[in-house]
């Protein structure tokens, strides 16, 4: 098997504090060690690009901010958080693309039942990093 030769894992699911997460399509190369990254960085690039496709709200005002749906700019002020469902392609440039299926926090906004994810909370990050750390466990991928 040559070295340079990428293959692909099926579906395959992560978890963690209450994040889900399924990928469709991960890249790897296979060596003698088992599976590993396509490519050196790819761990950190895929983490960063996942970050940058969901969807969050945001936030206007200095003093006293207010938080907005980023499709209709609804006040999300007061409305509880709840695990909401997304969906992105990744492209990281170096491999096919990625499909990410996510359940996570975030907001369902009243006005027009969109979705956006909690990916600006620290602890929500976190916990995203984790359950993609599960999905390459379940399949053995590392460095």
Known sequence: MSKDRLERFGP????AHGIRLMLTGLSFR???KGPRYAYGDFGS???SKLHDA???PRRRGLLRSTLL???CEHSLDGIPSDTVTAAVDIDVGRVPPI???VEMPGYTCPACSRHSVRIDDR???SDLSDALIDAFGQV???P
């Open 30 to 32: 296979q060596t003698e």
């Open 54 to 56: 969901l969807t969050s």
């Open 99 to 101: 499909q990410v299926d």
């Open 45 to 47: 690039d895929f983490i």
């Open 140 to 142: 053995g991928l590392r």
């Open 69 to 71: 749906c980023p499709w």
């Open 12 to 15: 395959v699911a992560g978890e």
């Open 123 to 125: 602890g929500v990050q």
